[in-house]
């Protein structure tokens, strides 16, 4: 008898399906996919990110600045969330923000920054620092979102 190598692939968490992230939602809203404008300048870190974020359901359309985000912004489909990295080159994630708003007040917006204390960001900015897991970025998400659709509460 030959030996064989038996092998089988590390076991992750599960990562909880968008029903359970949005219990409030009905069936069909929850079966809607969102569209997440996601802006990092390092290409590597923004292909990871997306990755995850198609993982988690969302529909992807990537930045590779604030410039960039802010063309899609205006010349694309509109998104439901930006995420945003907090350090670019050029316009930062805090300067996105503030000219986010003021083209589309009330798109949710979540600053991701490897920074403990970046100056520059509105304190009413949802934040989640570097790195962070797959669950993290979802349940950031899920809090924007929630926070949208419940008005702010």
Partial sequence: MAPFLLWHAPLQP???????WFPN?????ARV??????VDDEELVRLCTADVLVDLGYD???????????????EGPA??????????????????????????????ILI????ANPDGIAP??????????SAELAQSIANLVRQEVGGGA
């Avoid at 930006?82 to 798109?107: C, E, F, I």
């Fill in 25 to 29: 939602l009905s069936a069909g809203a």
């Fill in 124 to 133: 009413d900015l949802s934040r989640l620092r570097k790195p962070f897991r």
């Fill in 79 to 108: 998104p439901d969330v930006l995420v945003t990295d907090y350090l670019m080159p050029g316009m930062s994630g805090a300067d996105l923000a503030q000219a986010v708003r003021a083209r589309k007040p009330g798109l949710p």
């Fill in 33 to 38: 996919r969102l569209r997440v404008l996601l």
């Fill in 60 to 74: 992807v359309i990537e930045a590779a600045s604030g410039e960039q985000a802010l063309r899609l912004l205006d």
């Fill in 112 to 115: 991701v920054s490897g920074y």
């Fill in 14 to 20: 599960r990562l909880p399906a968008r029903h359970e």
